[in-house]
Nanobody, 119 residues
Framework: QVHLVESGGGLVQAGGSLRLSCAAS????????MGWVRQAPGKEREFVGS????????NSATSVKGRFTISRDNAKNTVYLQMNSLKPEDTAVYYC????????????WGQGTQVTVSS
């Protein structure tokens, strides 16, 4: 079992910054990839970015490239999403999720953290 807890969300003005954290606990040695997914009210979930736990290679959605950066802290089993130049359309609940070794899709999800960007 892997337990994920997001934090760092809040209210920020357009152009501002926030850093989200996702702390993993439990069977963390089995994690192969961690990612961020967001969902705005009435909309489908949207992939934001991910980081491979072994290679540290990252992927980001086109909509956030150049503004968002994903990173990790192995010692803390934590992944971060640094969000800069925030836009109102970034407003959503942000979830972190994990893929375990042998898996191909996100199997574990956090509870989500709200990010609200005012215009």
């Amino acid at each position: 079992q892997v337990h994920l807890v997001e934090s760092g969300g809040g209210l920020v003005q357009a152009g501002g910054s926030l850093r989200l954290s996702c702390a993993a606990s439990g069977r963390t040695v089995s994690i192969s990839d961690m990612g961020w997914v967001r969902q705005a009210p009435g909309k489908e979930r949207e992939f934001v970015g991910s980081i491979n736990w072994i290679s540290v290679s990252t992927n980001s959605a086109t909509s956030v490239k150049g503004r968002f950066t994903i990173s990790r802290d192995n010692a803390k089993n934590t992944v971060y999403l640094q969000m800069n130049s925030l836009k109102p359309e970034d407003t959503a609940v942000y979830y972190c999720a994990a893929i375990l070794r042998g898996g191909a899709e996100y199997a574990y999800w956090g509870q989500g953290t709200q990010v609200t960007v005012s215009s």
